[in-house]
């Protein structure tokens, strides 16, 4: 397999970040406002799901049908929760070996692309210095159909200028390793093996990815 692969398709929330957990406060502020219900469990189901679309999953959840212009409103007031709390944000947010992981995948010549649902994701990888690792960024606001879609993933393979057999994807939303697989590409599902048993692999440590094994040896130049 090491022969093949070339290019890392990274997903953002919950990956690279824990913003994972900001998405659900600002979910969980937003239902508290509106006396909506909303868990664990609920917000599993809105990973890698786009804004509009994970409010429509919590209004179905609570038995709600809300007009456009309503729905719009509601996630807007969502996201203002959200962008207030990335002011929080430190790289103690970074998840664990997740910049070494980066550094040592460009160091084996791969070239690293980001592939995140969240229109937030910009400014994400610039308050935590991460942008330099990526050659290609997608986001919500490059694509038109939201994962499970393969569409992102193959504007990331094409910004990089790779065939999908060459790319390694890496997630934590069965959305989107049902969107890496429909893509045609490899997945290593990050968490836990419970919500990503379509993954090829899974992990939860980086440290624990035998990396020789799935990306090969050869050195090639990386930033400092
Ligand atoms: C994904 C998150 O990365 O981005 C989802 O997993 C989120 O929880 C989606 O809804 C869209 O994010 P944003 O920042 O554009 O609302
Ligand atoms: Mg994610």
């Known amino acids: 397999m090491q022969q093949q692969v070339r290019a890392a398709l990274f997903d953002l929330d919950g990956v690279l970040v824990f913003t994972d957990r900001y998405h659900c406060r600002a979910w969980h502020r937003l239902a508290k406002?509106?006396?909506?219900t909303f868990d664990a469990q609920l917000n599993d189901r809105l990973r890698g799901v786009s804004r509009l679309a994970s409010l429509?999953?919590?209004l179905e959840h609570?038995?709600?049908t809300l007009d456009a212009?309503?729905?719009v409103q509601l996630a807007d007031r969502k996201n203002r929760y959200y962008v207030e709390s990335l002011q929080e944000m430190s790289t103690a947010d970074l998840y664990p070996g997740a910049r070494e992981l980066l550094r040592s995948l460009r160091w084996r010549g791969i070239k690293l692309g980001l592939c995140s649902a969240s229109r937030n994701a910009p400014e994400v990888l610039e308050r935590?210095?991460?942008s330099q690792w990526f050659s290609a960024t997608i986001t919500g606001a490059d694509i038109v159909r939201s994962k499970p879609d393969p569409e992102i993933f193959l504007k990331g393979a094409a910004a990089l200028?790779?065939?999908r057999h060459n790319c390694v994807v890496f997630e934590d939303a069965p959305a989107g390793i049902t969107a890496a697989k429909a893509a045609g590409m490899k997945c290593i599902g990050v968490g836990?093996?419970?919500l990503l048993e379509e993954a090829d692999w899974v992990v939860t440590n980086y440290a624990d990815l035998p990396l020789d094994e799935l990306f090969g040896v050869e050195r090639q130049s990386a930033p400092a």
């Open 33 to 36: 406002d509106e006396g909506w």
């Open 56 to 58: 429509q999953v919590i």
């Open 62 to 64: 609570n038995g709600l």
């Open 69 to 71: 212009a309503a729905c």
């Open 128 to 130: 935590l210095e991460l």
């Open 161 to 163: 200028g790779m065939a």
């Open 192 to 194: 836990t093996a419970a």
